[in-house]
C-alpha cells in the first residue's frame, strides 16, 4: 500500500527506524504490538517458516511475494521485504518489483549474488559484476516508477571480497537511483563503522544475533547515520529455543505444566489473532442459533 511506503519515508526523515525480523505474519503482529514502527520479512525465517529449510534460494519469487502480502495483511505498519536477487534475468526483476508493489509492501531490497545464493552471514558467497548490477537497480528503478515502494540495494561484497569493495559497490549502487543501501555479511563492530564513514546517504545496517554488533544499541547506530537497522532473526530464534524447551519438557514430564510460566494464555493469543472482531462478525450477522 502506498499509505505504508510514505509512512515509512516519513519516519526515516525522523531518525532510525528499527524493524525486528518476522517470519511470518502471527510474528509480524507481535512486532507491531511492541510498538515498533516497521517489520522486516527476513527470507532466512520465511524460508523456515514455510519450507523448513535453510536460506540457500529454495523460495520461489511467487512464495515470497505471497508470504509478503499476508503479512502486509496482518499489521498496519511498514513491511520491508527480502527480495533476493530477483530470481532471474530482467524480465523476471521487472515481474518481482510489480508483484512486490501491488503486495503492499513499504520497502524491498535487492541484492548483487550470484546463484545459487546464500544467507549473508555464511561464506562461499560469490556476486555478480558491480555494473552488470547497477544496471539491473536502474531496471528496477524505472520499473518501480511512481509507486512509492522504496527500493534497497544490497550488497554481499562484504564477506566475498571485503570492506573496500563492499563500500565502493554501496555507493556505485546509490547512483543507480536506489532510495537505500545496505551493506550485508556485517560482523564486527568495525565494519559498522567503517560503513558508517564511507557511505553518504541512507543506508540499512542489519544486527545479527551471535556477533559483536548486538552490542550496539539503536542510539548508536542512529549517532552513526543510518537510517534503518534490521533485527532478522531475534525473534525466531528465541521462539526456537522457548518450544524446543516446552517440547523437552513434555516429552520429559508428560505434562507441560512446568512450562506455563512461560507460555501465554489462550485469551492472549486470541487477542494478537484479533477473534473478537470475527466472533462480532457471527454475533451481529451470524444465524441464530437455537437451543
Given at each position: 500500500?502506498?499509505?505504508?511506503a510514505?509512512?515509512?519515508?516519513?519516519?526515516?526523515r525522523?531518525?532510525?527506524?528499527?524493524?525486528?525480523?518476522?517470519?511470518?505474519?502471527?510474528?509480524?503482529?507481535?512486532?507491531?504490538?511492541?510498538?515498533?514502527?516497521?517489520?522486516?520479512?527476513?527470507?532466512?525465517g520465511?524460508?523456515?517458516?514455510?519450507?523448513?529449510m535453510?536460506?540457500?534460494?529454495?523460495?520461489?519469487?511467487?512464495?515470497?511475494?505471497?508470504?509478503?502480502?499476508?503479512?502486509?495483511?496482518?499489521?498496519?505498519?511498514?513491511?520491508?521485504?527480502?527480495?533476493?536477487?530477483?530470481?532471474?534475468?530482467?524480465?523476471?526483476?521487472?515481474r518481482?518489483?510489480?508483484?512486490?508493489?501491488?503486495?503492499?509492501v513499504?520497502?524491498?531490497?535487492?541484492?548483487?549474488?550470484?546463484?545459487?545464493?546464500?544467507?549473508?552471514?555464511?561464506?562461499?558467497?560469490?556476486?555478480?559484476?558491480?555494473?552488470?548490477?547497477?544496471?539491473?537497480?536502474?531496471?528496477?528503478?524505472?520499473?518501480?516508477?511512481?509507486?512509492?515502494m522504496?527500493?534497497?540495494?544490497?550488497?554481499?561484497?562484504?564477506?566475498a571480497?571485503?570492506?573496500?569493495?563492499?563500500?565502493?559497490?554501496?555507493?556505485?549502487?546509490?547512483?543507480?537511483?536506489?532510495?537505500?543501501?545496505?551493506?550485508?555479511?556485517?560482523?564486527?563492530?568495525?565494519?559498522?563503522?567503517?560503513?558508517?564513514?564511507a557511505?553518504?546517504?541512507p543506508?540499512?545496517?542489519?544486527?545479527?544475533?551471535?556477533?559483536?554488533?548486538?552490542?550496539?544499541?539503536a542510539?548508536?547506530?542512529?549517532?552513526?547515520?543510518?537510517?534503518?537497522?534490521?533485527?532478522?532473526?531475534?525473534?525466531?530464534f528465541?521462539?526456537?529455543?522457548?518450544?524446543?524447551?516446552?517440547?523437552?519438557?513434555?516429552?520429559?514430564?508428560?505434562?507441560?505444566?512446568?512450562?506455563a510460566?512461560?507460555?501465554?494464555?489462550?485469551?492472549?493469543?486470541?487477542?494478537?489473532?484479533?477473534?473478537?472482531?470475527?466472533?462480532?462478525?457471527?454475533?451481529?450477522?451470524?444465524?441464530?442459533?437455537?437451543?
Amino acid at each position: 500500500m502506498a499509505d505504508q511506503a510514505s509512512a515509512l519515508r516519513r519516519a526515516i526523515r525522523q531518525g532510525l527506524v528499527m524493524a525486528p525480523g518476522a517470519a511470518d505474519p502471527l510474528t509480524a503482529r507481535m512486532v507491531q504490538r511492541a510498538g515498533f514502527g516497521a517489520v522486516y520479512m527476513t527470507g532466512f525465517g520465511a524460508t523456515a517458516a514455510r519450507l523448513g529449510m535453510p536460506d540457500i534460494g529454495l523460495m520461489s519469487q511467487t512464495e515470497m511475494t505471497d508470504h509478503a502480502r499476508n503479512m502486509v495483511r496482518a499489521t498496519t505498519i511498514p513491511v520491508i521485504a527480502d527480495a533476493d536477487t530477483g530470481y532471474g534475468g530482467l524480465a523476471n526483476l521487472a515481474r518481482t518489483v510489480e508483484e512486490y508493489a501491488a503486495s503492499g509492501v513499504a520497502a524491498i531490497h535487492l541484492e548483487d549474488q550470484q546463484m545459487p545464493k546464500r544467507c549473508g552471514q555464511r561464506a562461499g558467497i560469490r556476486v555478480i559484476d558491480a555494473e552488470e548490477n547497477a544496471r539491473r537497480l536502474q531496471a528496477a528503478v524505472k520499473t518501480r516508477g511512481t509507486h512509492e515502494m522504496m527500493l534497497i540495494a544490497r550488497t554481499d561484497a562484504l564477506p566475498a571480497l571485503g570492506i573496500d569493495e563492499a563500500v565502493a559497490r554501496a555507493r556505485r549502487y546509490q547512483d543507480a537511483g536506489v532510495d537505500l543501501v545496505f551493506v550485508d555479511g556485517i560482523k564486527k563492530i568495525a565494519e559498522v563503522e567503517a560503513v558508517a564513514r564511507a557511505v553518504p546517504g541512507p543506508k540499512v545496517v542489519s544486527i545479527v544475533d551471535g556477533n559483536e554488533t548486538v552490542a550496539l544499541k539503536a542510539s548508536d547506530l542512529q549517532d552513526m547515520g543510518f537510517s534503518v537497522a534490521f533485527y532478522a532473526l531475534s525473534a525466531l530464534f528465541t521462539a526456537v529455543r522457548a518450544v524446543s524447551q516446552t517440547l523437552e519438557t513434555l516429552k520429559a514430564d508428560g505434562t507441560p505444566v512446568r512450562r506455563a510460566d512461560a507460555m501465554c494464555s489462550y485469551g492472549e493469543f486470541a487477542d494478537l489473532v484479533d477473534l473478537e472482531r470475527f466472533d462480532g462478525l457471527d454475533h451481529d450477522f451470524g444465524w441464530p442459533v437455537t437451543s
